[in-house]
T-cell receptor, first 115, second 110 residues
């Protein structure tokens, strides 16, 4: 019974390249959340998706960042033309239902380093 | 605005009891969560409070007072493996995404 799977665990990109981060939610979970964590900072909400729909993207930067959760396959967080300030740990979480009381299951994260 | 405050660091010794406080100011409230995060790992769920009072789960307990915008996580019989960051998170009403504090780094020494 696999948990939330994120890949890759570590990703190195040069400035100006694209980064693609993948997240497969737990089996039976249809709600996906992306968070970013900078050193010494808390987890910052980015976007909430259900299958084929973006529900809340209030935490997403307006440019270069996009997210999708297609009918088939994992959720993808895409960062175009990466800059050094994008270096962070990106966590995905999933839940079974909206507003579930048992928390959200997090993946192990993708650590993005922009050089 | 939305604001969640918790102490940055705390230290304690094995076998002791420690209380990590969290105060929050959000436009709405639909539950408070505590997570544990070891360095370089995923946050793991510890507790959930939506009504006032104490929720006990083994060595860990969590308390909520909605009128005061206050919660605490109580850890008893501390062990070295409890050294981690403890994250307080609030779910605003009408939203399902959690708003996290910056976390409290707890160091347990022998």
């Amino acid at each position: 019974n696999a948990g939330v799977m994120q890949n890759p665990r570590h990703l190195v990109r040069r400035r100006g390249q694209e980064a693609r981060l993948r997240c497969s939610p737990m089996k039976g979970h249809s709600h996906v959340y992306w968070y970013r964590q900078l050193p010494e900072e808390g987890l910052k909400f980015m976007v909430y998706l259900q299958k084929e729909n973006i529900i809340d993207e209030s935490g997403m930067p307006k440019e270069r960042f996009s997210a999708e959760f297609p009918k088939e396959g994992p959720s993808i967080l895409r960062i175009q033309q990466v800059v050094r300030g994008d270096s962070a740990a990106y966590f995905c979480a999933s839940s079974r239902e909206q507003g579930g009381g048992y928390g959200y299951t997090f993946g192990s994260g993708t650590r993005l380093t922009v050089v | 605005g939305q604001n969640i405050d918790q102490p940055t660091e705390m230290t304690a010794t094995e076998g002791a009891i420690v209380q990590i406080n969290c105060t929050y100011q959000t436009s709405g409230f639909n539950g408070l969560f505590w997570y544990q995060q070891h360095a370089g790992e995923a946050p793991t769920f510890l507790s959930y409070n939506v009504l006032d009072g104490l929720e006990e789960k083994g060595r860990f307990s969590s308390f909520l007072s909605r009128s005061k915008g206050y919660s605490y996580l109580l850890l008893k019989e501390l062990q070295m493996k409890d050294s981690a960051s403890y994250l307080c998170a609030v779910r605003d009403s009408g939203r399902t995404a959690l708003i996290f504090g910056k976390g409290t780094t707890l160091s347990v020494s022998s």
